[in-house]
Each structure stands twice: as C-alpha cells, then as structure tokens.
C-alpha cells in the first residue's frame, strides 16, 4: 500500500492521466517550460498560462535505489525506485517504482516507459524498462 497524493487542481491531469495511458506533465504555453511538479505560476516566467500535457512517456534513468527492509507488514522486497528524465519534458523527473524487472536488473542510463497502476481516484506512476536486461 502506497501513500496516496491528495487532488488539487494543479495535479489531477498528473495523477489521472494513467486512466487513459498519458504521462501529463504541466507546460507553461507562453515560454514551453516543462513544469513538475505541477504549479499555477510558471517559474521561468512567470506566465499564469499553465496546464497540462501528455508527452511520450518514456525516459532514462537517472538515479535509482534498492530498497530491501519491508517498512510495512506485507511489503515484498527488495524493489528498485527511480528517478527518471522524462522525454519531451526537459529537465522533468518523475519519481516512481521499476517493474518488470528484478530490482538488481534496473541500471543508471536504463531506457523505461511508463505504466500506471489504479489507486482509488489516482492512477501511481511506474516505470517498466523498453527492453530486458540480463541479471
């Protein structure tokens, strides 16, 4: 069981957008700054001319960890977290869980997509690797 983010209307298109397979990352329209998390106000320029985009969905991993203590009763371990450069969203990165493979499997440079799974009204964030990695 993960924690839950509370809507707001900044991050509903973020936190929903897995409903419909989407990656939805905030963009000023007067400057084409990629925002997340997600703001009101633009902080390159200042424009209150935000809202949210779809982008790719894919991405490189920048930074991960192994987490191997089971912090709450029932959590399988070990899993792998990553920080991810999202595509189409320059200077982006989503944090979220690795699936798909085993945790030692997941690499700095790791080529990754997004997948998403359905929490109550949100949909979580996870990323799968484009492409098998020898363990």
């Known amino acids: 069981m993960r924690p839950l983010p ?11 957008g897995g409903a419909r397979g989407q990656l939805m990352i ?5 400057c084409q700054n990629a925002i997340h998390p ?38 399988v371990v070990p899993f792998a977290i990553a920080v991810v450069d999202v595509d189409g969203a320059r200077g982006v990165r989503v944090t979220a869980p690795v699936t798909g493979c085993e945790a030692d499997a997941v690499k700095i440079g790791q080529r990754v997509r997004i997948a998403f799974e359905p929490s109550g009204e949100v949909w979580l964030p996870l990323w799968m690797p484009l492409e098998r990695t020898a363990a």
Do not use: K
Request: proline share 9%; charged share 10%.
């Open 6 to 16: 509370e809507l707001t209307a900044e991050n509903t298109a973020f936190w929903t």
């Open 26 to 30: 905030a963009f000023c329209d007067h």
């Open 38 to 75: 997600p703001q009101v106000i633009c902080p390159a320029c200042q424009s209150r001319h935000v809202g949210p985009r779809a982008v790719e969905g894919s991405g490189t991993i920048y930074t991960y960890t192994v987490n191997h203590q089971p912090w709450m009763p029932g959590m």
